[in-house]
């Protein structure tokens, strides 16, 4: 099981533990989520072959595009629990993969989780490379083995993101998080739940100043 489902599959056992439940999360009002996709999808997909263009120097722009447009998406949802936590670790990954052009992976690390260096780049593509004399940041990289059944290196930015998730996950689950101060945007999808008040489902056409002046009007639904 990846780190991230087995981090979100454990923070909601840990949520029903405590009292917890899903239901709230309905109430969420999750703004530019496609943010969230945009980055974790470049972070999965493969570097493409590009005539002309170095597939480090491709790998590495892709995930320092993933770090960025995480980052992105924390700030404007910066209301949810456990977010600044997130974006240390999303800041910490960029820093190291920004400055060494790539994550580095250390060897030691990668024999200590069960795995062989000499097939780093092969398993893990071109935006990871091992640990040289030329890297800087080299305690910020990928240097925390999960041994078998996990079998994957961690960063320490890795650890506060999924730390920071669980925790979210967690006081979601127990009803701990704030209201979103901020109005949903118009111009970019927003996640908007089936349980979000009348006056934010509507359309942006039908509505007025505020939510008083469209009950008013007649248009609420």
Same mark, same amino acid.
């Given at each position: 099981?990846?780190?991230?489902?087995?981090?979100?599959?454990?923070?909601?056992?840990?949520?029903?533990?405590?009292?917890? $439940?899903? $239901?709230?999360?309905?109430?969420?009002?999750?703004?530019?989520?496609?943010?969230?996709?945009?980055?974790?999808?470049?972070?999965?997909?493969?570097?493409?072959?590009?005539?002309?263009?170095?597939?480090?120097?491709?790998?590495?722009?892709?995930?320092?595009?993933?770090?960025?447009?995480?980052?992105?998406?924390?700030?404007?949802?910066?209301?949810?629990?456990?977010?600044?936590?997130?974006?240390?670790?999303?800041?910490?990954?960029?820093?190291?993969?920004?400055?060494?052009?790539?994550?580095?992976?250390?060897?030691?690390?990668?024999?200590?989780?069960?795995?062989?260096?000499?097939?780093?780049?092969?398993?893990?593509?071109?935006?990871?490379?091992?640990?040289?004399?030329?890297?800087?940041?080299?305690?910020?990289? &990928?240097?925390?083995?999960?041994?078998?059944?996990?079998?994957?290196?961690?960063?320490?930015?890795?650890?506060?993101?999924?730390?920071?998730?669980?925790?979210?996950?967690?006081?979601?689950?127990?009803?701990?998080? $704030?209201?979103?101060?901020?109005?949903?945007?118009?111009?970019?999808?927003?996640?908007?739940?089936?349980?979000?008040?009348?006056?934010?489902?509507?359309?942006?056409?039908? $509505?007025?100043? &505020?939510?008083?002046?469209?009950?008013?009007?007649?248009?609420?639904?």
């Amino acid at each position: 099981m990846p780190p991230i489902l087995f981090v979100i599959v454990l923070a909601a056992l840990i949520g029903f533990a405590l009292g917890g $439940r899903l $239901r709230p999360f309905e109430h969420l009002r999750v703004h530019w989520w496609a943010l969230a996709f945009a980055g974790v999808g470049l972070q999965a997909l493969p570097v493409p072959r590009i005539d002309g263009v170095d597939p480090q120097v491709a790998g590495a722009a892709m995930l320092v595009l993933s770090y960025v447009l995480l980052l992105a998406f924390l700030t404007v949802n910066r209301w949810v629990p456990a977010a600044g936590v997130m974006a240390i670790g999303l800041l910490m990954n960029l820093a190291v993969v920004g400055v060494n052009g790539g994550m580095p992976v250390s060897p030691s690390a990668v024999r200590a989780a069960g795995g062989s260096p000499e097939l780093v780049g092969a398993e893990l593509g071109s935006k990871h490379h091992l640990t040289s004399s030329d890297d800087v940041l080299g305690p910020l990289g &990928d240097v925390i083995p999960l041994p078998s059944p996990a079998g994957v290196v961690l960063s320490v930015g890795d650890l506060l993101l999924y730390a920071g998730m669980a925790w979210f996950v967690v006081q979601v689950m127990r009803g701990r998080s $704030r209201e979103n101060p901020r109005p949903l945007a118009m111009w970019f999808l927003a996640y908007r739940g089936k349980h979000a008040p009348g006056y934010w489902r509507m359309p942006a056409r039908y $509505r007025t100043a &505020d939510p008083a002046g469209a009950a008013r009007s007649g248009t609420a639904p």
